[in-house]
């Protein structure tokens, strides 16, 4: 049975990664951070995120490079993706399965991410959250049923 990861509380670090497509709206991404931070949340962004090889994140490699760097940096909880889009299956043939094993975070995604979602299961064994993201609802300001239902999902150690 897959682990689910240690509940998010007030105050931790969460890690804002961009497993898929860059940011293009750059007031529309600090809306989002300010949203999780309004949450309570130390929201960071990842080494990386800014970067761009076309529409995406950076490369293939600084991307995984961001995920890897989230899941083993001992100070940030969780991990939440920017946005969706083309370019997370990419990054599957570069992730140490070991790596994210050994270090279970609350994963935070969907869309095209729903790929990580599935390997974080079946390579590493652990349960991740299909759910609102920095740059998506976040940024728009999630409605009162969403907010409460990603409070419950990331900081309750119960389904």
């Known amino acids: 049975m897959a682990g689910k990861p240690a509940a998010l509380r007030h105050g931790d670090r969460v890690a804002i990664v961009a497993p ?8 529309r991404y600090e809306r989002g951070l300010e949203g999780l931070r309004r949450l309570g949340f130390d929201a960071v962004e990842a080494p990386h995120l800014r970067a761009r090889k076309g529409f995406l994140a950076g490369t293939d490699e600084e991307r995984a490079a961001d995920l890897e760097w989230a899941f083993s940096d001992p100070q940030v909880r969780g991990v939440i993706c920017l ?5 997370a299956t990419r990054l599957l043939r570069l992730l140490d399965p070991a790596l994210f094993r050994a270090n279970p975070k609350v994963f935070v995604g969907y869309s095209d991410i729903t790929a990580l979602n599935i390997f974080l299961l079946e390579k590493a064994d ?8 920095a740059a998506v609802e976040f940024a728009r300001g999630p409605t009162p049923f ?6 419950s999902m990331v900081t309750q150690a119960r389904p």
């Open 146 to 151: 969403t907010e409460k239902s990603f409070l």
């Open 20 to 27: 898929a497509s860059a940011p293009y709206d750059e007031a």
């Open 83 to 87: 946005r969706g889009g083309y370019g």
């Open 126 to 133: 652990m349960v991740s959250f299909y759910g609102p993201m």
